[in-house]
């Protein structure tokens, strides 16, 4: 099993900026893909930005140039920064690891980003 915990949501302005932290415990397989994903109030879940164990990155196009996806495998932590937010941008963050020996994923809690117009 692995656990995730998000943590640096808040509410920030139109503008700001703010860091997302996801650390993983647990039985943690080297190869694995580490994420984050959104899911604002009434709307399905969306990806954000994902990062592989080799440091490749994928963005949505909502968040290219805005946002940058990075890790520290040694601490086994995924960290989002995320710049110029938008009001669109509030939402719930996930934080997602797949293990890609089975493809598995697993989820954090989730931390709340508010972003004030």
């Known amino acids: 099993q692995v656990q995730l915990v998000e943590s640096g949501g808040g509410l920030v302005q139109a503008g700001g900026s703010l860091r997302l932290s996801c650390a993983a415990s647990g039985s943690i397989f080297s190869l694995n893909d580490m994420g984050w994903y959104r899911q604002a109030l009434g709307k399905q879940r969306e990806f954000v930005a994902v990062i592989t164990s080799g440091g490749s990155t994928n963005y949505a196009d909502s968040v290219k140039g805005r946002f940058t996806i990075s890790r520290d495998n040694a601490k086994n932590t995924v960290y989002l920064q995320m710049n110029s937010l938008k009001p669109e941008d509030t939402a719930v963050y996930y934080c997602?690891?797949?293990?890609?020996?089975?493809?598995?994923?697993?989820w954090g809690q989730g931390t709340q980003v508010t972003v004030s117009s």
């Open positions: 997602n690891l797949v293990d890609m020996r089975y493809r598995y994923d697993y």
